[in-house]
């Protein structure tokens, strides 16, 4: 039974991957500058995942881009 969440495409067909995250965004004082912090919660399975700054969140989301082969369907 397909998720009532996902896009309609992926509901039609079978080889579709899906992934849903809630991001969690927050500044931490760092001396005078603040540094962003990042966390990514899995919809599906709830597992975390933290990020000490974007470049780290993004290539997180890249390799998930680039192997669809573990995505939830």
Known sequence: MANRDEPDACKAEAHCTYRS???RCWAEPQ????MWRFSLEGVSDQ????FADLPSLLKFLEG???DPSDADL
Do not use: F, P, S, T
């Not at 597992?47 to 933290?50: D, F, L, S, T």
């Open 31 to 34: 001396g005078a500058n603040v």
């Open 21 to 23: 995250y809630l991001l």
């Open 64 to 66: 998930e881009c680039d």
């Open 47 to 50: 597992a975390r995942h933290g």
